[in-house]
């Protein structure tokens, strides 16, 4: 991984620079002119916006430069693996990108008790499901149904749009789920600080009742974290991924609609890979997290519940959110 | 506690960071125009127009020509769009000298084509008075104001022409110095939010015209 990222480094660097041009024969001014723009805005900035910064700058050559690919390959032999190369890479590094799908996956991972191998699932699942979203979205619309490439966008946007409300209502749920468990936690804390001496077999284990001390494997599988878990999935794999569309769009113009297959198959499993990183590194933390808080005291399933009803709260605001952004539609100045 | 400590502790910072700065899907910009500009010397040596070339990135070409394929559109339609529109935003130059803003004229001698299957126009925009870029330099920006279009001079050469210009006259291109907390604020725009109209012009380059 690190090797490719160096790699794309490399490539980036020889990329920039654009220099100083001279008229022929003339000599440049040592003089700096004016510079009004970038008059030193003196403010400490942090590693996570140099990172950003890094990640933008790359993904703005990456654009270009699968663009570039695309227009060479045209009217030529060959699979283009030069072009299906560069897609995995641009998908390892969008996918590192600021994106709402590692949001909600992370988010989720990180407040509901998963298995390792739920969110390496949940990971491949995701990423794999927008290469193909932007498949059928392109192709099916505009190679079979004959739909106008600028028309694609509107399709984009809506299923986008449903992804939202389709998280929406994961948050709700989650949410719901995690108060119930937390009234029975309460209800339940409540009675034994009543009765103390009480028999304890006595009490029923019901649904609810929040009875649980750190779940177990087979507990963590529950019909309820099984629909969450879909919901999760489907809520990310409905967005199609910018750069897959963008790619599929020309490859459409320029005929090269195998090559652009192909391009996309390769930049989601690239995005696979760092959302499967991402997705080990968030089921971990919670592991550490929850491994640390409390060894199986009832505080620690008022903490769980408290913790997932979080989660559950924020992927709903986060889907309200980019709802209501998604409707606020901005054109370009005048373009 | 230890080192793994501090791992973890790293780790959880990350996560955090990464739920944070999450905010969408594809950051600003989102197309690109590539630049030519011919800056017109009068007989006295001012400066009276300026004849300029965008060539539209190859996505968005595509989104204009295919649109105009099936509505019947013409070229000439599409052209006329975009530089009545553009007008109303001083075609996206802006040019300062002497400490003020020079005024442009409208548009003359449009021109649309296709290279490459690239969307290519040109104009010229007249320089309502002429300037003397003898006894002030004169520095130009070109930005989209939104940067959804990043509008950068072409990388072929030439991209910048003098024409007519007296012997002594150059230039300089600077390119953008956007510092990371702006990236990272640009970044983080998705494809229908605005940063405002001031973003672009802190990613655009700046160019010096000066005669002795």
Redesign the interface.
């Known amino acids: 991984m690190f090797i490719v990222l160096a790699w794309m480094g490399a490539i980036a660097f020889s990329a920039e620079s654009h220099a100083t041009t001279l008229l022929p024969g003339e000599r440049a001014t040592t003089e700096q002119s004016r510079d009004g723009n970038h008059a030193s805005t003196e403010r400490a900035v942090g590693i996570w916006e140099l990172a950003a910064a890094w990640v933008w700058a790359k993904q703005r050559e990456f654009h270009r430069a699968l663009t570039r690919e695309l227009r060479e390959l045209r009217g030529k032999e060959g699979v283009g693996w030069a072009l299906v190369l560069m897609s995995f890479l641009y998908g390892v590094l969008h996918a590192a990108g600021p994106g709402h799908g590692k949001a909600v996956l992370t988010a989720y991972l990180l407040t509901h008790q998963s298995r390792l191998n739920r969110g390496i699932a949940m990971g491949t699942a995701a990423a794999l499901l927008q290469g193909v979203t932007a498949l059928v979205l392109v192709y099916g619309l505009v190679g079979l149904a004959g739909w106008l490439p600028r028309e694609t966008e509107t399709a984009s946007l809506w299923a986008a749009r449903v992804s939202f409300i389709l998280l929406a209502t994961v948050g709700l749920y989650l949410l719901v789920g995690a108060a119930r468990t937390l009234f029975g936690t309460v209800r339940r804390l409540r009675y034994e600080a009543g009765h103390v001496h009480h028999d304890h077999d006595g009490h029923v284990h019901g649904e609810s009742c929040g009875c649980r001390h750190l779940p177990t494997a087979v507990e963590i599988d529950t019909v309820g974290s099984r629909h969450a878990t879909a919901g999760v999935v489907l809520a990310i794999g409905l967005r199609p991924c910018s750069g897959a569309v963008l790619v599929l769009i020309l490859a459409t113009v320029m005929d090269l609609m195998w090559h652009g297959a192909f391009a996309v198959i390769g930049m989601s499993v690239g995005t696979a890979i760092t959302i499967v990183s991402l997705a080990i590194l968030a089921t971990k933390a919670r592991d550490w997290a929850s491994a640390v808080v409390a060894h199986r005291s009832p505080l620690w399933s008022l903490a769980a519940g408290g913790v997932g009803a979080l989660g559950g709260a924020l992927l709903l605001l986060l889907a309200l959110w980019l709802l209501n952004t998604s409707f606020v539609m901005k054109p370009a100045m005048g373009l | 506690m230890g080192l793994q400590h501090y791992y973890?502790c790293g780790?959880?910072g990350?996560?955090l960071?990464?739920?944070l700065?999450?905010?969408?899907?594809?950051?600003h910009?989102?197309?690109?125009i590539d630049v030519f500009a011919e800056w017109q010397f009068d007989t006295k040596g001012l400066i009276s127009g300026v004849k300029l070339r965008w060539l539209f990135?190859?996505?968005y070409s595509?989104?204009l020509v295919?649109?105009a394929v099936?509505t019947g559109e013409e070229l000439q339609a599409i052209l006329n769009k975009?530089l009545s529109?553009?007008a109303?935003?001083h075609y996206?130059l802006q040019i300062?000298h002497e400490g003020g803003e020079a005024s442009l004229g409208t548009h003359e001698q449009a021109t649309i084509g296709v290279q490459?299957?690239r969307i290519e126009i040109e104009f010229l925009l007249p320089i309502t008075v002429p300037l003397d870029p003898r006894h002030s330099?004169i520095?130009y920006?070109i930005a989209?104001?939104?940067y959804?279009?990043?509008m950068?001079?072409a990388?072929e050469?030439p991209?910048?022409v003098?024409k007519d210009a007296p012997p002594s006259?150059?230039?300089?291109?600077?390119?953008p110095?956007?510092?990371?907390?702006l990236?990272?604020y640009?970044?983080?725009l998705?494809?229908?939010?605005?940063g405002g109209?001031g973003l672009g012009?802190?990613f655009?380059?700046?160019v010096?015209i000066?005669c002795e």
């Not at chain 2, 700065?21 to 950051?27: C, E, T, V």
């Not at chain 2, 910009?29 to 690109?32: E, F, L, R, S, T």
């Not at chain 2, 110095?177 to 907390?181: N, T």
Request: overall charge negative.
């Open positions: 973890r780790m959880a990350l996560m960071g990464m739920l700065g999450s905010s969408s899907l594809q950051a910009p989102h197309h690109w990135d190859d996505y595509v989104l295919d649109d099936t975009i529109n553009t109303k935003h996206f300062e490459n299957h330099d520095v920006q989209e104001p939104t959804y279009f990043e950068l001079h990388e050469s991209v910048i003098l006259c150059r230039y300089r291109l600077e390119p110095k956007p510092d990371a907390a990236v990272a640009a970044a983080s998705g494809v229908n939010e605005s109209d012009i802190q655009a380059e700046t010096t000066r």
